[in-house]
T-cell receptor, first 116, second 112 residues
């Protein structure tokens, strides 16, 4: 979805390096999420933010940190990358639930990260 | 948190109707059922959502029986471009979005 962009799209790095993945959105949504996907597996939630001052850990937050710089920007950092963090990373956004149905998430194109 | 169970994979041919069933035996009263589609190397995309009975949009239909312990995504007359992974999610979309689990999904392969 062009409204949610991720940079970089691909990154190869070495063990121990600090890496930042960035996500920007023009949808005006308050809620933003970071997921990782390993080959053949579903998505797992790393961190999520319901507004600029709100940060929450997801299912697999160890080894990751996030920063919500503005409503439109949500960054994911790997403080010291390790090989098992090699995965496809997705950012997503969703609106505040004004209607309990149709609170869908909109995903970015993904960042493929390889840690050697 | 309602756990979902879906077939790992399904095969079909172009022009056929495909039905993918998801089991969610411990669905809660406030939970909705949502389906996403994911193409290789792309993020998931919302397909359809429902609470009970039947929901239809331009892409698919969602059938939910009265007990809501299962749901069926129906794709009419599939084409090669429907080859993708389909995820069934169950949860309270209003406030527990963070608890929604994508699982491994159902990998649909459509053949010519």
């Amino acid at each position: 979805d062009a409204d949610v962009t991720q940079t970089p799209r691909n990154r190869i790095t070495k063990t121990g390096k600090r890496i930042m993945l960035e996500c920007s959105q023009t949808k005006g949504h308050d809620r933003m999420y970071w997921y990782r996907q390993d080959p053949g597996l579903g998505l797992r939630l790393i961190y999520y933010s319901f507004d600029v001052k709100d940060i929450n850990k997801g299912e697999i937050s160890d080894g990751y940190s996030v920063s919500r710089q503005a409503q439109a920007k949500f960054s994911l950092s790997l403080e010291s990358a390790i090989p098992n963090q090699t995965a496809l990373y997705f950012c997503a956004t969703s609106d505040q639930p004004s209607d309990r149905a149709y609170n869908e998430q909109f995903f970015g194109p993904g960042t493929r990260l390889t840690v050697l | 948190l309602a756990k979902t169970t879906q077939p790992i994979s399904m095969d079909s041919y172009e022009g056929q109707e495909v039905n993918i069933t998801c089991s969610h035996n411990n669905i809660a009263t406030n939970d909705y059922i949502t389906w996403y589609q994911q193409f290789p190397s792309q993020g998931p995309r919302f397909i359809i959502q429902g609470y009970k009975t039947k929901v239809t949009n331009e892409v698919a239909s969602l059938f939910i029986p009265a007990d809501r312990k299962s749901s069926t995504l129906s794709l009419p007359r599939v084409s090669l471009s429907d080859t993708a992974v389909y995820y069934c999610l169950v949860g309270d979309m209003g406030w527990d979005t963070d608890k929604l689990i994508f699982g491994t999904g159902t990998r649909l392969q459509v053949f010519p």
